[in-house]
């Protein structure tokens, strides 16, 4: 079935370096893919996304690129702030298969703490 | 503001009393799910409902039930909770649109603790 594996953490990173959460995939067809972010006390909100191969998703200085050939969807930014310490879901979506059931699927979280 | 909310934030039970948290939004949309939280699991879906008089399981249903007699509301209900129900549980919701489908909104969590 479909699944997310992100990496472990938790990541810690001084303010200004960069940051890579990898992400992959199992699906048998072309999900979405999601990058939600949890902040302290807080639930879910969605950071990008993209829905096809090859698009990019982007916000808040945050990407990750779909690559279907490596089912990956890792994300990045160049220089994080004390602002972005928070948990970091990756996440697929069946719908893309023309299922309606609309699900997503949730990797376990990778807890980001940024240090001034 | 378009939201959703959940009822209560914070609740501390005891073995096998009966509980139902409640999940309102207002965006007027079609899907709603629930999921819960565990350190180490990432969410895991308990159920979701498609609209009104629709609703399925997800991945862990087992001790919980739900229903959606209006489009708004989607409570999850513990007919007696037991202690490995303990955990954050957060209600979603999403437009049921094509282009907008998979793109869903979180309430604030409610976490759960049961004695």
């Known amino acids: 079935g479909d699944s997310v594996t992100q990496m472990e953490g938790p990541v810690t990173l001084s303010e200004e370096a960069f940051l890579t959460i990898n992400c992959t995939y199992t699906a048998t067809g072309y999900p979405s893919l999601f990058w939600y972010v949890q902040y302290p006390g807080e639930g879910l909100q969605l950071l990008l996304k993209a829905t096809k191969a090859d698009d990019k998703g982007s916000n808040k200085g945050f990407e990750a690129t779909y690559r279907k050939e490596t089912t990956s969807f890792h994300l990045e930014k160049g220089s994080v702030q004390v602002s972005d310490s928070a948990v970091y879901f990756c996440a697929l979506s069946d719908q893309n298969r023309g299922s309606t059931l609309g699900r997503l699927y949730f990797g376990r979280g990778t807890q980001l703490t940024v240090w001034p | 503001e378009a939201q959703v909310t959940q009822n209560p934030r914070y609740l501390i039970t005891v073995t096998g009393k009966k509980l139902t948290v409640t999940c309102s939004q207002n965006?007027?949309?079609?899907?709603m799910s629930w999921y819960r939280q565990d350190p180490g699991l990432g969410l895991r879906q308990i159920y979701y409902s498609m609209n009104v008089e629709v609703t399925d399981k997800g991945d862990v249903p087992e001790g919980y039930k739900v229903s959606r007699k209006e489009k708004r509301n989607f409570p999850l209900i513990l007919e007696s909770p037991s202690p490995n129900q303990t955990s954050l549980y957060f209600c979603?919701?999403?437009?049921?649109?094509?282009?907008?489908?998979?793109?869903?909104?979180f309430g604030p969590g409610t976490r759960l603790t049961v004695l």
């Open positions: 979603a919701s999403s437009p049921n649109d094509s282009g907008s489908r998979d793109t869903q909104y």
């Open positions: 965006m007027n949309h079609e899907y």
